[in-house]
C-alpha cells in the first residue's frame, strides 16, 4: 500500500521495554514511560523506577521526553535510553531473535530477555529501565517461517559497541550495491521504538551546485514503503526518514541522507513484477541486493520490474518506463500474477508480443523469458497470496511453449521446478516469489544467455 499523507511535529519518550522479575529485570516502571509520553501530555513529573536491586530512583518524565534525563544520566552510571543493534541480513530468514544476557557467558542464568518477531536486521533496544544495560551483551539468531532456527546463536557483543541513543532512523536499502538503481524504489528502515508512521521525503541533486530539489514526500505504517513513482530523470537522489508516534507527534530525527544514482541510459533493463522488482523470503524487500535476480548477473541490469504488475500493466507502462532509458537489450518477464489469478495463456500471450513489438519499432531486442512456476502447498501457509487458480500450471506451459518459440528466449523456469512442475520447495518460502536460490538461478541463466547470443555487444559494461 502507498500513501501520502502530510508530516506532523512533535516528541516522546519510547515505550519501556517489557520485562520479568526471573530475568533480573526492573520490578516496576513508570506508567508514563510505558506509555510513551509526550511533553504535552506529562502531568506528574516526578516518576519512580525501583530496579532488580530494589533501589528505587526518581526521574523527571517532561526532562526525559526531551531527552534531558538529567537525574537517571546522574544516578546511573552510563545511562541508556535505547541501543540500536544490527546485523547482516541472512538468506532465508524470514525473522529473527535477540537475546539479551547479562555477562558474556551463553548460561540460562544469564538471560536478560528475548526478543522475537523481528523482521529486519536490526533491532532498537529500549535501555531506559535497564541499570545495567552498559554490562550486557546481546546475541541474534536467523528464524524460518516456522520459527525454527537456521543458524546457530551469533556470538555474544557488548550492547556499548553497538549505536547508543540513536536519535534518527536507519536506512537498510541497499542501492548503492546495485549496478543501476531500481526504477521503482523500496524504502526500508529499522523501525523506531515507539513509532507507528513513518515520513519519507526524495531528494535530487542535479549537480549545478543549487540546493537539491526535494520532489517527493510520503508517509506510511511500518517500515518498508514501496513507491510508486518511477525515476527517469537522470541524476543523484537521496532519500531521508523520520518516525512519529500513534498521536502524530514526532519521534526521530531525519535519518541522515542515503543515496543513489539515476543514469541517463542502460544498455540492458528488465520489466517484469515482482519477481523481477526483488525482495524474498517474505519479510525482505526489494531494496536488499541478495533477492534481486539482477545480483547474480554478470551483466549489468536496470531493474523495471514493479510488485504485482499484470502483463497488461507492464505493455501499459513501456512508454514510460522503458524508452527514458534508451536499452539496447529488454529482458521481458511475466505472467505468473496472471495465470496464478485464472489468466489464460492466449489472453497473457498478446500483451508479451504487444511488448515486442514496441521494442523492435524503437530498436529494442526483446528478450523474453519463462513464466516461473508456483508452489500451491506453500502458497496456502500465506494469507496475502490468493489461492492459486487450479488450471494455472496447463497455462504456465502454454505460455512458456510460445515463449520459447521466440527469437530471442532464455528458459529460467525449468531450473526451479521440481518433478511435480512445482516452484521446488528450496527456492521459495512463500510459494509464490523465489529466495535466494532462485534469484541465483534466474540471474545466471540470463546472464549466460546474453553473453552467448550477443557477443559483441560488450554486455560487461555500462
Not at 64 to 83: F, N, S, T, W
Not at 312 to 333: G, T, Y
Amino acid at each position: 500500500m502507498r500513501k501520502y499523507l502530510g508530516f506532523a511535529a512533535g516528541i516522546m519518550v519510547a515505550a519501556a521495554l517489557s520485562c520479568s522479575q526471573s530475568a533480573g529485570m526492573p520490578l516496576a516502571m513508570p506508567e508514563a514511560m510505558a506509555a510513551g509520553v509526550t511533553m504535552a501530555d506529562s502531568k506528574d513529573l516526578a516518576k519512580t523506577i525501583r530496579f532488580e536491586d530494589n533501589e528505587e530512583i526518581k526521574v523527571d518524565v517532561k526532562e526525559a521526553a526531551e531527552g534531558k534525563d538529567d537525574i537517571a544520566a546522574r544516578e546511573i552510571p552510563g545511562y541508556l535510553r535505547k541501543v540500536r543493534l544490527s546485523w547482516e541480513p541472512v538468506p532465508g530468514a524470514v525473522s529473527y531473535q535477540v537475546a539479551i544476557m547479562r555477562a558474556n557467558k551463553n548460561i540460562p542464568e544469564n538471560v536478560v530477555s528475548v526478543k522475537r518477531g523481528i523482521f529486519t536486521n536490526g533491532y532498537e533496544l529500549d535501555t531506559s529501565v535497564m541499570r545495567a544495560a552498559k554490562d550486557y551483551y546481546w546475541k541474534v539468531c536467523p528464524l524460518d517461517a516456522s520459527g525454527h532456527y537456521i543458524k546457530l546463536y551469533s556470538d555474544l557483543k557488548p550492547l556499548t559497541e553497538q549505536e547508543l541513543n540513536p536519535v534518527a532512523p536507519k536506512p537498510t536499502t541497499e542501492f548503492e550495491s546495485m549496478a543501476y538503481a531500481p526504477l521503482y524504489p523500496v524504502f526500508s528502515w529499522v523501525p523506531v521504538t515507539g513509532a507507528k508512521y513513518y515520513d519519507v521525503r526524495v531528494y535530487r541533486d542535479d549537480g549545478n551546485g543549487e540546493k537539491p530539489e526535494l520532489i517527493r514526500e510520503l508517509t506510511t505504517e511500518g517500515s518498508v514503503l514501496y513507491e510508486d513513482a518511477g525515476y527517469t530523470w537522470p541524476g543523484r537522489y537521496y532519500w531521508q526518514v523520520r518516525s512519529r508516534n500513534e498521536l502524530g507527534n514526532r519521534v526521530s530525527e531525519w535519518s541522515e541522507p542515503s543515496y543513489y544514482q539515476v543514469e541517463a541510459a542502460a544498455k540492458v533493463a528488465a520489466i517484469g513484477d515482482s519477481i523481477t522488482h526483488g525482495g524474498g523470503a517474505v519479510s525482505t524487500p526489494p531494496g536488499y541486493v541478495m533477492y534481486n535476480w539482477e545480483t547474480y548477473s554478470q551483466v549489468p541490469v536496470k531493474n523495471l520490474g514493479y510488485s504485482g504488475d499484470t502483463v497488461a500493466a507492464m505493455a501499459a507502462r513501456f512508454d514510460s518506463d522503458v524508452l527514458p532509458f534508451k536499452p539496447k537489450i529488454l529482458v521481458i518477464m511475466g505472467g505468473v500474477n496472471d495465470f496464478r489469478s485464472g489468466g489464460r495463456a492466449e489472453e497473457i500471450i498478446p500483451y508479451l508480443r504487444q511488448i515486442g513489438d514496441k521494442c523492435r519499432a524503437h530498436g529494442i531486442i526483446p528478450v523474453y523469458a519463462t513464466a516461473t512456476p508456483i508452489n500451491p502447498h506453500f502458497i496456502a501457509n500465506w494469507h496475502y497470496i490468493t489461492a492459486p487458480a487450479a488450471d494455472w500450471k496447463n497455462e504456465q506451459v502454454k505460455l512458456n511453449q510460445w515463449i520459447m518459440q521466440q527469437q530471442y528466449a532464455v528458459d529460467v523456469a525449468s531450473g526451479m521446478t521440481d518433478c511435480y512442475g512445482l516452484l521446488m520447495d528450496e527456492a521459495t518460502t512463500d510459494g509464490l516469489h523465489p529466495d535466494v536460490l532462485g534469484k541465483k538461478m534466474i540471474g545466471e541463466a540470463i546472464s549466460n544467455y546474453l553473453l552467448k547470443t550477443f557477443p559483441g555487444k560488450n554486455l560487461l559494461a555500462k
